[in-house]
């Protein structure tokens, strides 16, 4: 009896670790839709990219898929006021997950987007901050192609306008005249290309985390109004929120998770869901960018999670669809 507990105890971990090699080394290359493209991971305080999204973030920044992936963080994270070493220590954790460089990390300091549980975040304020980053036209700006140079403001630069105006007269009859703008492309449009976010239960039902996917959905929404017949030229996806239950059971979540794929994939397109599983370096990186990045958030609730939580290692990204109006 004693042999074969002995040798059960003995086996688990095996079986574990076996389990975690076969999945992280096994599953289907990231789709075309993933490949060569401007991501930006949309997050709402700093230590969201490590414990939720790490397998995202360090699967879609391996060199051979060439993607620029930036985040942009809603908030500094500044309800026990540390905004300023938090903000230090996300772009230390960026770098460490695969962020190219700390300046693609983007963090706001706004009134309107406060750190908290009870902090109430309006879609239409998120969505105005997306539509200025990544598509000012909807904001009623005007876009480099279409804005008009100003006028010359000294004399030197009046005399060197008149000579401009006049050399260009002069050539009239041999050169055609230059259009005085650049037509806009019809069809919606954006600087980016996938935008990467939390679920409408926001995993762990933080208000300021489900304002987030109500903010990403308001924003392309405006993209594709009066749009019919296009495709939306952001796609979204979204991590989608799972059982206590299966958010603590590590890696052993990938067999539901690979699971439930399977009997909704006749229901999906292509490409409508991707999973990610970390293998044990990429697991034992995303807790160095916890660990060693956010060493002010490290307390004693965090080891729990950053040892038995599914999205350090398990990641199923869900593809929302948005429909023209």
């Given at each position: 009896m004693a042999f074969a507990t002995v040798l059960t105890l003995t086996l688990i971990p095996v079986l574990v670790f076996a389990l975690?090699?076969?999945?992280?080394?096994?599953?289907p290359p990231v789709p075309s839709l993933l490949r060569n493209k401007r991501i930006i991971l949309l997050i709402a305080h700093p230590d969201d990219e490590s414990m939720f999204f790490s397998p995202t973030l360090q699967a879609l920044t391996h060199p051979s898929l060439q993607n620029h992936l930036k985040i942009l963080c809603m908030s500094t994270g500044n309800s026990d006021g540390l905004g300023a070493t938090r903000r230090t220590e996300l772009?230390?954790?960026a770098v460490t997950l695969g962020i190219r460089r700390k300046e693609d990390v983007f963090i706001l300091d706004d009134e309107r987007f406060k750190d908290g549980m009870k902090?109430?975040?309006?879609?239409?304020d998120i969505s105005r901050v997306l539509a200025s980053a990544f598509a000012p036209h909807l904001n009623g700006s005007a876009t480099p192609s279409t804005?008009?140079?100003?006028?010359?403001?000294?004399?030197?630069?009046?005399?060197?306008?008149?000579?401009?105006?006049?050399a260009k007269s002069s050539s009239r009859t041999s050169t055609p005249p230059l259009p005085s703008a650049v037509k806009e492309p019809e069809g919606p449009r954006a600087t980016i290309d996938i935008l990467i976010t939390f679920d409408q239960s926001g995993i762990s039902s933080h208000p300021n985390h489900i304002a987030l996917?109500?903010?990403?959905?308001?924003?392309l929404t405006k993209i594709m109004k009066g749009h019919s017949g296009y495709a939306c030229p952001v796609t979204l996806y979204t991590l989608p929120s799972i059982n206590i239950v299966r958010k603590y059971a590590f890696i052993l979540d990938v067999i539901p998770t690979l699971v439930a794929g399977f009997l909704g994939g006749g229901k999906r397109q292509k490409d409508d869901r991707v999973v990610f599983v970390s293998d044990a370096g990429r697991y034992w990186r995303a807790r160095e960018a916890m660990v060693s990045g956010h060493k002010s958030q490290m307390v004693w609730f965090r080891w729990g999670w950053i040892g038995l939580g599914r999205y350090m290692v398990v990641n199923d990204l869900r593809r929302e669809r948005v429909i023209a109006t």
């Open positions: 975690w090699h076969l999945t992280s080394t096994t599953l772009e230390k954790a902090e109430e975040w309006k879609a239409e804005r008009p140079s100003p006028e010359p403001t000294s004399e030197k630069e009046k005399k060197k306008s008149s000579k401009s105006k006049h996917y109500h903010g990403a959905k308001h924003f």
